[in-house]
């Protein structure tokens, strides 16, 4: 081989790594990038990760990932505590059943009235038991993402409802009523 030959086959050798250089820069890395980001993301899913705090001003820029058993391990509680607040809509709902039972074998007579209202009062209350479970339920769904659900009002609500029952229980009793 003569000198120039020797030169034009360093230069393709040169161009060939050059070509493949960039290629690797342009093809491969970017998808290279992309799997690992979802992989560690997978993982930052399965097992959590710490807030992302920014160094030069020292505040969190994302918070704490919890991992995924921290999180069913919430939302299961979560579930829990709803189902325990939401038991007195179901025994309200059974004793509208039964009213409205009582209403449908009554006489047309003034008991038959008079257990007609209470049917029409108990079921405004029912109404209102039913929006506030909904309202539950999806504050509930809004938060299985969050992970912050948060039932500090839940027992005044509940509270709330019982009130207007023990109302409605009054005033079935009240013969004036």
Known sequence: MTEVQQG???????C?????????ARWWLPRWRRIRQRFDGAIDVLFGRPAIVDPASGQAVSPKLPSLGERLVAFDRDVEALKQTLAPVAEVADDVAQVKKQVSEAPDEGHGATLRED???MSR?????IEWSQEWTSRIEQSVDRNTLDIANLGETLAEHEARIAALEAHRCDPDG
């Not at 034009?8 to 040169?14: C, D, F, H, R």
């Not at 209350?125 to 038991?129: D, G, I, K, R």
């Open 16 to 24: 060939t790594l050059g070509g493949i250089l960039v290629g690797y």
């Open 125 to 129: 209350f029912m109404e209102a038991h």
């Open 119 to 121: 049917v029409r009062i």
């Open 8 to 14: 034009i086959a360093v230069a393709i050798g040169l």
